[in-house]
């Protein structure tokens, strides 16, 4: 069984810095991807980023310049870097992981896993 659990979240102000983890246990291939989505209160959930054992790695706009994806194959785990954070990037955080690399998704596909979530509050 695939297990996430996130950790570093938490409060901020704004332009701080803030790095979360996610740990997968359970992964049955050495080839995965592993990425972030996040949802504001009263917004849908919406993806960071991804990241693949392959390098393939992928980043919503708003990511682009301020947050960093990485992978630590050897550990299984993911990260995001959140720098010059925003009042508007207060959100839950969610890690999710694939057994499929991110070259393998179709358009409207999902990662099968997900972790429980890690709060992310950035003040003004």
């Known amino acids: 069984q695939v297990k996430l659990v996130e950790s570093g979240g938490g409060s901020v102000q704004a332009g701080g810095s803030l790095k979360l983890a996610c740990v997968a246990s359970?992964?049955?291939?050495?080839?995965?991807?592993m990425g972030w989505f996040r949802q504001a209160p009263g917004s849908v959930r919406e993806g960071v980023g991804g990241?693949?054992?392959?390098?393939?790695?992928s980043d919503a706009d708003f990511a682009k310049g301020r947050f960093t994806i990485s992978l630590d194959n050897a550990k299984n785990t993911v990260y995001l870097q959140m720098n010059s954070l925003k009042p508007e990037d207060t959100a839950m955080y969610y890690c999710?992981?694939?057994?499929?690399?991110?070259?393998?998704?179709?358009?409207?596909?999902?990662?099968?896993?997900w972790g429980q979530g890690i709060l992310v509050t950035v003040s003004s």
């Open positions: 999710a992981a694939d057994l499929r690399t991110l070259t393998m998704f179709r358009p409207g596909d999902m990662f099968e896993y």
């Open positions: 990241i693949d054992t392959d390098g393939n790695l």
């Open positions: 359970g992964l049955t291939s050495t080839r995965y991807s």
